[in-house]
Nanobody
């Protein structure tokens, strides 16, 4: 099993910044890619940003130029620096990881964190 724990959410005024962190823990796994998703009330969960083990990065159009995803491979930690926050960024932010893991045989598995609330007031 792999556990993902997010932190860094909170309440911030529009134009402010927050930094989210996601730490992966467990035994015997390698991370292929990690990503941040968000889900606003009454809406579907959507991709915010992703980063692969090779360093390829992808952003949703709505956050380009404002959010920056990064990772510390040694610490198995991913970050999301969020600047110029807008009220429409309000959502629960989830960490996702695709890992290679031996569970009977080698395979790729998906894991999710429990989510962290980000609220941006106008």
């Amino acid at each position: 099993q792999v556990q993902l724990v997010e932190s860094g959410g909170g309440l911030v005024q529009a134009g402010g910044s927050l930094r989210l962190s996601c730490v992966a823990s467990g035994r015997g796994f390698g991370i292929n890619a990690m990503a941040w998703y968000r889900q606003a009330p009454g809406q579907q969960r959507v991709l915010v940003a992703s980063i692969t083990s090779g360093g390829a990065i992808n952003y949703a159009e709505s956050v380009k130029g404002r959010f920056t995803i990064s990772r510390d491979s040694g610490k198995k930690t991913m970050y999301l620096q969020m600047n110029s926050l807008k009220p429409e960024d309000t959502a629960v932010y989830y960490c996702h990881a695709e890992v290679s893991q031996y569970i009977g045989n080698w395979g790729n598995y998906d894991y999710w964190g429990q989510g962290t609330q980000v609220t941006v007031s106008s």
